[in-house]
């Protein structure tokens, strides 16, 4: 175990967590972006910035990425740290005006929408959140980011239609400005997948990995409940009975 | 050192002499890549035809650079008996004549210097060219040229004298004893503070104690551990480290094995961009010889050092010369940076402590183990030792390569060396650093350059680029361009560096088109403030730097921007007009001639005028004007 302190307060952590997971237990609230706790940290958006105790002088480093190492001295609201947050919302407020997290996260932090920048309006604020998680807790890789710098953006592979996504929807529910979409087409309804197919439902479209999939009936109570590729895919993955996915969760109870 | 290895060194060296100093005539191209691209080639063939064609008895070779980048194709000549010549801007038509003229043991007029002795640095001995005939007085020495004047070529101290493609020259130079030795008499601890003690900063831009950061990773505890050199060389105009592997290999091979010895590697690699296929042919050559004569694998020279090199071919991109990019690289990943700590000599290449170092640093490796860290440490300032590699480019006349001692003034590198600015016109500012350097005006062309005194003015020592700049040069328009270079080079990762930059390049962009407010000009500077605290890696945190020191030594020029909507240097388009000046005007038809939209009319001895609906500011009639009529 070692012993940090954190905004004068002394928090004793087993050795390699980070400032972030410390502050968290010490209820200290830093605010973050690219953070997911499932997740490889990724110190890309900086908004989790602290100033931590260093040979010459202070440094700001980002708290999600920076193990604690015994008596390490951190503050996480000085004046330093609180002007890079203001800052980097202002950045993405530019970006993403109508992102819900961040018009919150900029009334927390006390910003007001900057008047010098042009909006851009793109949702994908590139934190990298979907390619995290597709790789890590999905383990397909179905996306990635393209391009570099300004247009660095989350996408499938050239931006063609993924090869690879199952349609499970775990990029949706960790992206923290509602960039990627998923729309689950009722029978009777019709859709198309951007670039691609007219689907009629059930069915489900990834509209950012412009992919669209038919959906499996449960075989009991006649619901669709997933996408038939994705149920092909696992069944591949694991030793199941054949018709394990014929029913859907709630049936099989 | 062992008796067999000595012998065989020494055997080697033996072989090496006889090209190095033949009994026969000696032609040398200068064959790395600036000499290719003025034609060295087709220089080459001329020769070697002409020489087989005259049936001579001579050496014709390839070598490297040799600094003077703006004369080539570069010629040297050594006829028996005589100094070796070196000849300037050759056809093959004049290669001719000069072989016909060494086959009569006649030298050519309009050499450009001459040498009468070859310099063995490693030795601290040279070996003159016996050239006791006389008849070439009239020539400079070299070493009293302007150009040289100054200069002390310690890592470029092969460059342009052996053939990169042999390893016996450059075992004829001292090569490979310095390795020989230290694997013999030293200790890994040992060799470190003795590069520690030299005061070796890294040359690959921050400037890094090399013998600490050695230190540091040999005291990690790993069953592996790596070495990387670092050849990325991503700064636009810069070219110092492709000179090197193009013209001498096997000094930073050399460098490696004993950096490698030093940290307790066992392998290492050479992080080398794609853009620099002949730097790669010769090294993946100088490494096929190495690999023949037992100075890399197993047991080396006999000693119980293993240590083998690997070729790691990077896509160019900029960012990838960051240590943590250019690991993930390696490791076969996008070349994205991480956060350190862990520093790469904790934790690196796949996880084990790895140095990176420079190109030049290890060049400059062998030279301090064989003279020793008091030799190195008595060149130099106080926190600055040894000399430094600078590409000398932009509005200067001498363009090439230079390695001065450290403290040289600017006023030496860029009057001295580099024969001062072209077209009579007057220096505005030189550039430093690459692009996340910073500009040095005029009022400080007496600074030493050292890694202090240029971070003291603002700007950095980085890898060792020098671009002068004009009074001809809009220093916005200079900011702006190197911000455009950072914002497409970075990667994305992070916010400041990703949004924070483009948005300072916005506002340039708006300052340079009259757009912008006096206001934006402390928003810059706060923004860069903000990018330098926050951004991941050091790509960002130095990004704002060319804005912050054109702000700082040419605020004026901002202001008239922005205040008078002007561009005092006439190089913003939405801010100038092109008028021509009836009272000087000749009426020479110069600038009607070349003006591609047809808006100067004039007659033949009249004052000429522009018609400014038409013009489309391209600044063609200003460059031919005779009589600097055209007025922006
Ligand atoms: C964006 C960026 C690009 C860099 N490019 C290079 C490069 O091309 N070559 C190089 O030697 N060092 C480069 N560096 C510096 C390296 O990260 C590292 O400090 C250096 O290779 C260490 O070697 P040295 O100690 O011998 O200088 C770069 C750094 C940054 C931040």
Known sequence: MITITIDGKAVTVPEGTTILEAAQQTGIWIPTLCHHESLTPYGGCRLCAVEVAGDNGTQIVSACTFAAV???????????????RKFIIELLLAEAPQAKVLQDMAQALGVVQPQRFTPRNELCIACGQCVRACREIVGVSAVDFANRGYERIAAAPFFQRSEDCIGCGTCV????????????????????????ETLEGPARIMDNWKVGFKMKRCTKCGEPFAPEFQLEQISKKVSLPDDFFDVCRQCRM | MKGSTSKRLAKLQKEGLTTLFPES?????GSASCGIAAGADAVLQAITAEVKKKKMDAVVQKVGCIGLCYLEPLVDIIIPGRPRLTYGNVTPEKAKELVAAAKK?????????????????????????????????????????????????IA????????????????????????????????????????????????????????????????????????????????????????????????????????????????????????????????????????????????ILGSSFNFDITISRGAGAFVCGEETALIKSIEGDCGEPR???????????????????????????????????????SIGTDGSKGSKVFSLVGNVNNIGLVEVPMGTTLRDIIFDIGGGI???????????????????????????????????????????????????????DVAKYFLEFLESESCGKCTPCRVGVKR???????????????????????????????????????????VLSTLKYFKDEYLAHILLKKCPAGVCKDLITFSVDKKTCIGCGACKKACPADAVTGEKKKAHKINTKKCIKCGACREVCPVSAVLT
């Not at chain 2, 088109?513 to 402390?522: N, P």
Request: proline share 6%; aromatic share 6%.
């Open chain 2, 25 to 29: 005539t000696k032609i040398m191209v």
């Open chain 2, 105 to 153: 043991g006649k030298v050519l007029e309009g050499a450009l210097g001459k040498i009468t002795a070859e310099p063995f640095l490693i030795e601290g001995t040279a070996r003159d060219y016996n050239g006791t005939a006389g008849g070439v007085d009239d020539v400079p020495l070299y070493a009293e040229l302007p150009f040289y004047r100054k200069q002390n070529r």
């Open chain 1, 173 to 196: 529910a960790v992206c923290p400005t509602g960039a990627i979409t998923m729309r689950d087409i009722a029978e009777g309804e019709k859709a198309t997948v951007p670039d691609g």
């Open chain 2, 504 to 546: 300072m390049r916005e506002i340039l962009t708006d300052i340079c088109e009259g757009k912008a407010e006096l206001e934006d000009l402390t928003r810059l500077e706060d923004m860069a403030g903000l990018i330098n605290d926050s951004a991941l890696c050091a790509l960002g945190r130095t990004a704002p730097n060319p």
């Open chain 2, 339 to 377: 956060q350190r700590p862990p520093f790469p000599a904790e934790s690196g290449l796949w996880g084990k402590p790895t140095i990176i170092n420079n190109v030049e640093t290890l060049a400059t490796v062998p030279v301090i183990a064989a003279k020793g860290a008091k030799w190195f440490s």
């Open chain 2, 422 to 476: 072209p077209n009579n016109r007057a220096f505005k500012a030189v550039q430093t650093g690459g692009p996340s350097g910073g500009c040095i005006p005029e009022s400080l062309i007496d600074l030493p350059v050292d890694y202090d005194a240029l971070t003291k003015s603002g700007s950095i020592m980085g890898s060792g680029g020098l671009i002068v700049m004009d009074e001809k040069t809009c220093m916005v």
């Open chain 2, 156 to 299: 470029l101290r092969n460059c342009g004298f052996i053939d990169p493609e042999n390893i016996t020259e450059y075992i004829a130079k001292g090569g490979y004893q310095s390795l020989a030795s230290v694997l013999e008499k030293s200790s890994p601890g040992r060799i470190a503070s003795d590069v520690e003690r030299a005061g070796l900063r890294g040359r690959g831009g921050a400037g890094f104690p090399t013998g600490r950061k050695w230190k540091i990773c040999l005291s990690a505890r790993s069953d592996e551990k790596y070495l990387i050199c670092n050849a990325d060389e991503g700064d636009p105009g810069a070219y110092m480290d492709r000179s090197i592997l193009e013209g001498d290999p096997h000094a930073v091979i050399e460098g490696m094995l004993i950096g490698g010895y030093a940290i307790g590697a066992t392998r290492g690699f050479i992080y080398v961009r794609d853009e620099y296929p002949l730097a790669i042919e010769r090294l993946e050559k100088a490494l096929e010889q190495v690999r023949e004569h037992g100075l890399v694998g197993e047991k």
């Open chain 1, 70 to 84: 015994n008596g390490l001295v951190v503050e996480t609201a000085t004046e330093r740290v609180l002007n890079i």
